[in-house]
């Protein structure tokens, strides 16, 4: 796919991954719009960054866990930047707790955030990809989707329901042209990491992390950028963890 002048709305769009590949694909020459359940500092910081790249960017306050609100948030990008080529679903939250201890509550709005979402948002927009013969869709997941994570069952469901999300909808699409991918990131240092104490972090590191390092939100979006762009690669799942979900305990 030929990134310049291409449109792409990022879920989750002002901070960490989601922020970081907005970046990346405005500096790729794609207009941008983003969205998030707040206008704070994070999201003006965002939408001053890739206006001054010199790409449109549209701004929506949503919650895309509510189906009205993520088919709203399809529209609005379609009328304000006169199309939709991309999609990535970076919008997320943590759901912890085993199976005994995770309550009713956060056991469904993990689903309503993770997997329901996309359901809703991929239904509006990919009928315009199908109208254009084009379109690029990405799923951000999770290392905790691939391998069994502790203290975390629904956080590890949700997550590792989105491969075989892409893998569906590449298969029925691919012939509209239509490429549906997932990224598995591991350990990445955004606020979601931040309620980590020192020594969780250096176990992490010293005992979880093969290379023995956090990652970082531009190194995953770069992976984003590569299957948004790389015409012949559907249905996968790339998994960027420093090796964490290929080592035996």
Not at 161 to 185: E, H, K, T, W, Y
Request: hydrophobic share 45%.
């Amino acid at each position: 796919m030929k990134l310049e002048t291409k449109v792409c709305l990022i879920t989750g769009g002002t901070r960490g991954i989601g922020a970081a590949t907005a970046l990346r694909l405005a500096r790729a020459g794609v207009d941008i719009a983003i969205c998030a359940r707040h206008r704070d500092e994070a999201a003006a910081e965002v939408v001053q960054a890739i206006t001054a790249l010199g790409r449109r960017v549209h701004f929506a306050i949503a919650d895309i866990s509510q189906p009205d609100q993520a088919l709203r948030v399809v529209k609005e990008t379609q009328k304000t930047l006169a199309g939709l080529d991309i999609l990535i679903h970076c919008a997320g939250g943590p759901a912890g707790g085993n199976l005994l201890e995770i309550s009713l509550e956060d056991w469904y709005a993990a689903f309503d955030t993770h997997v329901h979402a996309v359901f809703h948002l991929c239904r509006a927009a990919v009928p315009t990809m199908r109208g254009k013969r084009e379109g690029a869709i990405v799923l951000v997941g999770s290392a905790a989707g691939v391998r069994g994570c502790a203290n975390a069952v629904g956080y590890g469901v949700v997550k590792g329901a989105l491969p075989q999300f892409a893998r569906g909808m590449a298969r029925d699409f691919a012939v509209d042209n239509i490429r549906v991918n997932c990224v598995a990131p591991g350990v990445i240092r955004t606020r979601f990491q931040s309620s980590l104490t020192a020594e969780q972090v250096q176990y992490n590191i010293q005992n979880r992390i093969p290379l023995q390092r956090e990652g970082s939100p531009e190194q995953v979006a770069e992976v984003i950028a590569m299957l948004v762009e790389n015409d012949f690669i559907t249905g996968e799942t790339v998994i960027i963890d420093g090796g964490m979900s290929m080592r035996m305990a």
